[in-house]
């Protein structure tokens, strides 16, 4: 066992594809760019390939750091690397930056070559299933005709079982991390608040704000706010921040008062400072649009009858916003069609964003997950 | 782990090849990867031990992380064609519950236990302490066993639960017991079902 290492310094790729891409929404995105990383070396029989899909806010850069921004590691690094969980002496991982992403994938923020002009608001839905089969083609571009693994959390989760839906044949194995079958609808309804803080920004300009020359920051922030509240549990966020007042006792102002007030403003500050609020809305849609039981009448088992994968499936015990009875649904959904499957609840305070940490129990499955399997 | 081999062999004999068997308190996972092994079964364990559910993944076991006292609800009627409890029966809290439930689950259940009524058991309540064996290997202060009980206990509970003994092997420190099982036999493992 070596010391677990960072993969270093990694260069983004851009794949451009000019074949038309058929959207669930009934849209068309006639031709494409995936920008998208890759760590360790595809072996000669192409079988160690291992795709990482990314949630709401993640990208291309899943591990290793920038030249020209060192401080700009990957969303994933305590995962990815030589030594580590997902070993890239072993595995030739992939991270993509998916459609209508803001991170040099097409999104509403290029150009739509059919107008000149920023896609904007005329940017079509994509939906989980369409980026899937946008990963699918690069996989072919890429010469990979089968993936050792598909592994993701939260919304990469549900990338990564859809891969297993829509690909079977494609995919050996499958790491589906805080995640969940379909959302519930108080989890809408997140998402909702999130998007309407963004709609109703009078910067919004019906999306098309790049012309405006603004961006709906105060929305976004506002998105990003509520989203981050979801993403820790009342416990971490009470031994983060508990009642901590930055002044020592109460001043009877709006401005921040409260510790927790502080930190939420500033992630949302931050965030609107890089995200495109575009991205953010059809992100939070594509969540809310997955449901791969629908087509067979809510029934989950008869709509996994297909995968022919082996799964890993991972939840953590305080996560209340991809809860462990969801991941159970799919875990029990798997076994009812006799699927190879193993589950593991982590004891991990931190909420929904456990799934990022190196809770060391957490990363021993994953270890001991991916040494099993064979390329 | 020399106590647990004699009734791995007999739940093995009991095993059809091609079997669906749930294992529930799995442990490392190795009874299932010895039934993968010579029984081709399309196993899958139960535990709730991260350590143990660690070891499982690492063995290349099936293994769901759930808590057994609160039931086997996730499960469906009638999945498995064995469901198996190995020495684990005497540390739940809901024996009633958990054999019902093992045989809602499985068509058969199997099930071994250490038998409290052991002569060196009763020697050694006889002598004052509680007793601590290759079969009952920790201390009372230590034990997981929450749960004390002899043969002819579970098979009293048995009989009021309706349920059928199928098959019984007692075993005296891995030595096959013909008669007075439960004087002396420190496990026993049965195949049960329901009539």
């Not at chain 1, 150009?111 to 072919?140: C, H, M």
């Not at chain 2, 669906?20 to 535990?47: A, N, P």
């Not at chain 2, 045989?103 to 302490?129: C, D, K, M, T």
Request: net charge negative; hydrophobic share 40%.
């Amino acid at each position: 066992m070596i010391q677990a290492q960072s993969v270093g310094v990694v260069t983004p790729q851009t794949a451009h594809f000019a074949t038309p891409l058929p959207l669930r929404s009934g849209g068309v995105l006639p031709s494409y760019d995936l920008v998208y990383e890759t760590y360790g070396t595809l072996n000669a029989a192409r079988s160690n390939a291992v795709l990482v899909c990314h949630a709401l806010s993640g990208s291309h850069h899943v591990a290793g750091r920038y030249a020209d921004t060192p401080d700009n590691i990957g969303w994933w690094d305590n995962l990815v690397g030589p030594g580590k969980p997902l070993d890239t002496r072993k595995f030739f991982v992939i991270g993509v930056n998916n459609l209508g992403g803001c991170y040099g994938t097409t999104g509403p923020v290029s150009i739509n070559p059919a107008t000149g002009k920023p896609w904007g608001a005329a940017f079509p839905f994509v939906t989980v299933e369409d980026w899937v089969d946008a990963q699918a083609r690069l996989a072919d571009l890429l010469g990979i005709e089968r993936f050792a693994a598909v592994v993701g959390g939260s919304l990469g989760g549900m990338q990564a079982l859809s891969w297993t839906l829509q690909y079977p044949e494609r995919v050996g194995h499958a790491a589906v991390i805080a995640s969940a079958p379909k959302l519930t609808a108080q989890n809408i309804a997140f998402n909702e608040v999130a998007r309407q803080a963004i709609l109703t920004d009078p910067d919004f300009h019906g999306g098309n704000y790049y012309e405006h020359g603004v961006v709906p920051a105060r929305g976004l922030k506002l998105a990003r706010m509520v989203g981050h509240i979801t993403y820790l549990s009342d416990d971490s966020m009470g031994e983060k921040f508990g009642r901590s007042l930055r002044h020592g006792k109460a001043v009877y102002s709006y401005d921040v008062e409260f510790e927790i007030e502080s930190y939420l403003r500033y992630q949302g500050d931050k965030f609107a400072g890089y995200f495109d609020a575009n991205t953010y809305l059809l992100t939070t849609k594509a969540l809310d649009y997955y449901d791969p039981a629908f087509a067979h009448g809510g029934n989950l088992a008869a709509a996994l009858a297909g995968a022919s994968a082996d799964f890993l499936v991972v939840s953590f015990t305080t996560d209340w916003r991809f809860s462990p009875a969801r991941s159970r649904e799919i875990v029990y959904a798997l076994l009812h069609n006799q699927r190879n499957v193993s589950y593991a609840e982590i004891d991990c305070a931190a909420g929904h964003d456990s799934f990022l940490l190196d809770e060391p129990h957490y990363h021993a499955v994953l270890s001991a997950w991916f040494d099993r399997i064979k390329v | 782990m020399a106590a647990y081999r004699y009734d791995y062999e007999v739940i093995t004999q009991w095993i059809t090849p091609g079997e669906r068997v749930l294992d529930l308190g799995c442990g490392d996972g190795s009874l299932l990867k010895h039934l993968m092994e010579v029984r081709q079964v399309q196993g899958y364990g139960v535990e709730n031990d991260p350590e143990k559910l660690l070891a499982c993944v690492r063995n290349g076991v099936n293994v769901v992380q759930a808590n057994m006292d609160e039931g086997l609800s996730d499960f469906e009627d009638g999945f498995f064609d064995h469901v198996i409890m190995s020495l684990s029966l005497q540390a739940m809290h809901n024996t009633q519950g958990i054999l019902a439930e093992m045989l809602r689950v499985g068509h058969e259940a199997v099930v071994s236990f250490p038998n409290f009524g052991y002569w060196r058991h009763r020697q050694s309540i006889l002598n004052g302490r509680m007793p601590v064996s290759e079969s009952l290997p920790h201390q009372w202060f230590n034990t997981p066993n929450v749960r004390f009980f002899t043969i002819a206990d579970f098979e009293a509970l048995c009989e009021i639960n309706g349920i059928a003994i199928r098959e019984r092997l007692a075993f005296d420190e891995g030595q096959l017991v013909k008669d007075e099982a439960n004087f002396l036999a420190s496990v026993a493992v049965y195949r049960l079902g329901r009539n």
